[in-house]
């Protein structure tokens, strides 16, 4: 078996994260000509570099069994291609004991946790059966790599590896697919995970070397506790994909939001590793994802702009023509591959940049957009109402931030990113916030609820060919406003800024054809908003 370096299992092990978080794309098998949106583009790229559903690295002359898994996961997470992520499946399953999770040197075999744990999911993503892959029970052997005694209980361990372990990468995997499977084990790595995790929101790398040892946790500050950016977003993609509501899962997560925020650069990219690396496409591609699955649209989107500005677009000149919608891991290998393509040497590290950034790139955000559109006026309280913005960048997004406060990215459809609200109950203006790359803008929705109107006649008797006055208040301002008589509409118009209309009319012989005048006032929405009163009609007086 072919083992791969120190930095390409890093690198590998973090793009299974991106199966965690599923955002519907466009379909796909080879890079579109003329694609705009970054996620998809990012897909096709990946799609064509597959030789017989596997990545083939030319550098070395072997198919990479783990880096197709990696390539598969990213596919399914942007959505539309699963025929693609079926195919990679097939190709992996036969070859996976032998050429990945398990390896044979001398008659000792290693199995490795992690590959075995990220095998279970790849089959699963798949739709395949993970306790009969490749004509293993992979649910099974991956149970047999967790620790039950205690103080690495729910630990998932490398067996006969003089090499080392499984690492949180790893951990997180199993998390994923032991729970999915309803694994009698899920819990204690569950638990084990979560210990991973420092009190400043991070998770770290590598577990505690002593396996006796009894502090088997993160120690903010402590050697070996050293904050690690990729293992924080990959621990908390596959957290979120448990959709637990244990306080304690809910709880690390929200705190590792927080810590990847505080993290991210002014120009919104993240450093990998222990954050002491420069930055790069893949760990800003996995923070985007994270962010975005939480409602950190604005944070997950300058992140994923970032990404973008490391993309090849489509129709890009010279040596990059064929190349759209790959990801270059950062500015200097982009530069390098302008003038002379995509070298084999580099190919490996374009694959891993692109298989980590493809989902974060859905969170991309708009640089311009327009005017807002929506309703005019009020509406009914409770009611859904569309809100749109012209101009945006077509592929890309707005966050919207609804009453509630929460941001929701809006994707545009053409140039225009529009979204159906929901309206709050009771009487009140709603203030509706879309923030994109360039700015910001706000609208505000006037809604009005039920009301009883109680207009008052100013008098209870009046004569034929008299005056008669009615006075409404409790209105919201400038409402619309009817007043009828017996039927017959004598009065309309809005009301003023606190709420009040009055309405003048003459007792005509229309309105005196009954001794008892029924008023009735309805306001902005009739059905809604209404009430009555009444008063007498008398006759005429006539001179003797």
Not at 452 to 472: S, T
Request: aromatic share 6%; proline share 3%; glycine share 10%.
């Amino acid at each position: 078996m072919t083992h791969l370096s120190s930095t390409w299992g890093r690198r590998s092990a973090a793009a299974l994260a991106t199966t965690s978080l599923v955002v519907a794309g466009l379909g796909f098998t080879t890079p579109p000509a003329n694609a705009v949106d970054p996620a998809p583009a990012a897909g096709g790229w990946l799609a064509s570099q597959l030789t017989n559903g596997l990545v083939h690295n030319n550098q070395y002359d072997f198919d990479d069994l783990g880096l197709s898994a990696d390539v598969a996961l990213a596919l399914a997470a942007v959505g539309g291609a699963d025929a693609t992520v079926t195919q990679i499946a097939n190709a992996v399953a036969p070859r996976a004991k032998s050429e990945w999770y398990t390896s044979e040197f001398g008659g000792i075999v290693t199995t490795y946790g992690g590959s075995l744990a990220k095998a279970a999911v790849l089959a699963t993503t798949a739709k395949q059966d993970p306790k009969a892959f490749g004509g293993e029970n992979l649910v099974a052997l991956l149970e047999q790599q967790v620790a039950d005694a205690a103080p690495i209980a729910g630990r998932v361990e490398n067996t006969n590896d003089s090499f080392g372990d499984a690492n949180v990468f790893g951990q997180a995997y199993a998390v994923r697919a032991l729970s999915t499977a309803g694994s009698a084990e899920a819990a204690a790595s569950v638990d084990f995970l979560l210990r991973q995790q420092c009190a400043a929101g991070y998770f770290r790398l590598n577990f505690s070397a002593d396996k006796a040892a009894a502090g088997q946790d993160c120690v903010d500050g402590a050697v070996g506790s050293e904050p690690d950016t990729d293992a924080t977003a990959i621990a908390v993609q596959d957290l979120i994909a448990l959709k637990s509501t244990n306080a304690k899962v809910t709880a690390a997560i929200a705190k590792s939001v927080a810590w990847l925020k505080a993290s991210q650069g002014a120009d919104g990219s993240f450093g990998g590793g222990t954050t002491t690396e420069a930055a790069n496409s893949n760990s800003t591609g996995l923070a985007a994802a994270v962010l975005a699955s939480q409602g950190e649209c604005v944070a997950a989107g300058r992140a994923a702009n970032w990404v973008r500005d490391l993309q090849v677009p489509p129709g890009a000149p010279g040596a990059l023509a064929t190349e759209a919608g790959a990801v270059a891991y950062d500015k200097a290998a982009l530069t390098m591959a302008e003038s002379g393509g995509i070298a084999v040497a580099d190919q490996d590290q374009w694959r891993r940049a692109t298989t980590q950034s493809a989902l974060g790139l859905t969170a991309t955000l708009s640089k311009t957009a327009g005017p807002w559109t929506g309703p005019v006026g009020y509406v009914r309280a409770g009611s859904s109402q569309t809100l749109a913005l012209t101009g945006v960048t077509a592929g890309d997004n707005v966050c919207l931030t609804d009453a509630t406060g929460v941001a929701t990215a809006v994707k545009a459809v053409g140039t225009t990113a529009a979204t159906s609200v929901k309206v709050p109950a009771g009487t009140a203006s709603t203030v509706y916030k879309a923030a994109w790359a360039g700015g910001e803008s706000a609208l505000t929705i006037k809604a009005l609820d039920k009301l009883v109107i109680k207009p008052v006649v100013a008098k209870k008797k009046v004569r034929k060919g008299q005056k008669q006055r009615i006075v409404v208040k409790g209105l919201a301002a400038n409402e619309h406003v009817i007043v009828r008589v017996n039927g017959k509409r004598v009065a309309k118009g809005m009301s003023t800024s606190g709420g009040k209309f009055v309405a003048k009319f003459k007792i005509t012989k229309k309105l005196s054809t009954k001794k008892k005048a029924k008023v009735k006032v309805v306001g902005e929405f009739r059905d809604l908003r209404n009430g009555t009163s009444k008063f007498v009609v008398l006759p005429q007086r006539t001179l003797r």
